[in-house]
């Protein structure tokens, strides 16, 4: 199935624009299909399936999923503007419809395309999707930090923040092992992401620490960035493996990887990419741009660097290759 495109049968990182194995109680508009495996709390008024011309998706897909309690605030209109909704069945739930509103017990939720199939249904089987979903993710995001290219370095030189890549496998897959980069953000300061003559498909940047904190942007800009690979945004994953806490500015290039964090903030940030994390309550948007797997033309024994054509072999490089499967 070609990644972010909902079906039936929604169950993995690949399916999802936004997954929230938690808590939702942020103001955080999403793209493409979404999943709220905890509670959603928000009070702020929240769009999801925004693309309303976003091809190949009918009223009958699945757009946004919600597994435990669904509550909401009095200014706190929750919109599918594109697909249909599914609910976990804890004790109680009913669910009813009035023309485009639809009500889960007294709470009410907007699907645009009632007249085209859309409907709010419950699903038995959600939780033990988001349960399959939870260990997953978190196998993924520990699996990907067992990756090393030592080669791959981060400088800061003037207002550049540059990832050099001096090392890819076989399939061009650049890793990068690296303290948080966003500390360095000022609001002038630029990520450039530098191939030197590599043909790199797929970015991997691990960051260490338990707190990744940014209280300024980053400039983004896709000629320096997101325009250096293939697949642009789908093609880089921020992996932040141990993050408890993360807090963004600005606009975010590739797929936030945090299982175990509690997203925070109150000013917006745009991710154009995948977001996942345990909890969401910052302000800002989710762009229709989900991680693609990773090119697997061959299985790699070793890596390749400037100056040589082999070096040290990647911990486990061939689980790169079926993770998102």
């Given at each position: 199935?070609?990644?972010?495109?909902?079906?039936?049968?929604?169950?993995?990182?690949?399916?999802?624009?936004?997954?929230?194995?938690?808590?939702?109680?942020?103001?955080?508009?999403?793209?493409?299909?979404?999943?709220?495996?905890?509670?959603?709390?928000?009070?702020?008024?929240?769009?999801?399936?925004?693309?309303?011309?976003?091809?190949?998706?009918?009223?009958?897909?699945?757009?946004?999923?919600?597994?435990?309690?669904?509550?909401?605030?009095?200014?706190?209109?929750?919109e599918v503007k594109i697909g249909s909704v599914r609910f976990g069945v804890p004790p109680n739930r009913t669910i009813t419809s009035t023309g485009t509103s639809w009500w889960i017990n007294s709470k009410k939720i907007i699907l645009k395309?009632?007249?085209?199939?859309?409907?709010?249904?419950?699903?038995?089987?959600?939780?033990?999707?988001?349960?399959?979903?939870?260990?997953?993710?978190?196998?993924?995001?520990?699996?990907?930090?067992?990756?090393?290219?030592?080669?791959?370095?981060?400088?800061?030189?003037?207002?550049?923040?540059?990832?050099?890549?001096?090392?890819?496998?076989?399939?061009?897959?650049?890793?990068?092992?690296?303290?948080?980069?966003?500390?360095?953000?000022?609001?002038?300061?630029?990520?450039?992401?530098?191939?030197?003559?590599?043909?790199?498909?797929?970015?991997?940047?691990?960051?260490?620490?338990?707190?990744?904190?940014?209280?300024?942007?980053?400039?983004?800009?896709?000629?320096?960035?997101?325009?250096?690979?293939?697949?642009?945004?789908?093609?880089?994953?921020?992996?932040?493996?141990?993050?408890?806490?993360?807090?963004?500015?600005?606009?975010?290039?590739?797929?936030?990887?945090?299982?175990?964090?509690?997203?925070?903030?109150?000013?917006?940030?745009?991710?154009?990419?995948?977001?996942?994390?345990?909890?969401?309550?910052?302000?800002?948007?989710?762009?229709?741009?989900?991680?693609?797997?990773?090119?697997?033309?061959?299985?790699?024994?070793?890596?390749?660097?400037?100056?040589t054509t082999t070096a040290a072999p990647i911990v486990k490089v061939a689980d790169i290759c079926k993770i998102y499967l």
């Amino acid at each position: 199935m070609c990644p972010c495109v909902p079906s039936s049968n929604l169950q993995s990182m690949s399916d999802y624009n936004l997954i929230v194995l938690g808590k939702y109680s942020g103001n955080c508009g999403v793209q493409g299909p979404s999943i709220i495996c905890g509670a959603y709390t928000s009070n702020s008024g929240v769009v999801f399936g925004i693309n309303s011309g976003r091809s190949g998706v009918t009223g009958k897909d699945v757009m946004l999923e919600i597994n435990k309690d669904y509550s909401i605030g009095s200014n706190g209109d929750v919109e599918v503007k594109i697909g249909s909704v599914r609910f976990g069945v804890p004790p109680n739930r009913t669910i009813t419809s009035t023309g485009t509103s639809w009500w889960i017990n007294s709470k009410k939720i907007i699907l645009k395309q009632t007249s085209q199939n859309a409907t709010a249904s419950a699903d038995a089987s959600l939780d033990g999707r988001c349960t399959n979903l939870n260990n997953m993710v978190s196998d993924v995001s520990k699996e990907l930090v067992q990756l090393s290219m030592s080669a791959n370095r981060v400088t800061t030189a003037g207002d550049k923040i540059n990832f050099n890549v001096n090392a890819t496998d076989c399939n061009g897959v650049a890793v990068f092992h690296i303290n948080s980069p966003f500390g360095s953000c000022d609001g002038t300061k630029k990520f450039y992401l530098n191939t030197n003559k590599f043909n790199v498909t797929l970015v991997i940047i691990n960051i260490n620490g338990t707190s990744v904190n940014q209280t300024k942007s980053c400039s983004y800009d896709a000629a320096v960035w997101g325009n250096k690979v293939p697949n642009k945004c789908r093609g880089i994953i921020w992996n932040m493996y141990n993050a408890n806490t993360v807090q963004l500015r600005g606009t975010i290039c590739g797929t936030v990887l945090a299982p175990q964090a509690k997203a925070t903030g109150t000013d917006g940030v745009n991710v154009i990419g995948g977001l996942v994390v345990n909890e969401l309550s910052w302000k800002g948007t989710v762009d229709d741009q989900c991680v693609l797997p990773s090119p697997c033309a061959e299985i790699c024994a070793s890596n390749r660097t400037s100056t040589t054509t082999t070096a040290a072999p990647i911990v486990k490089v061939a689980d790169i290759c079926k993770i998102y499967l």
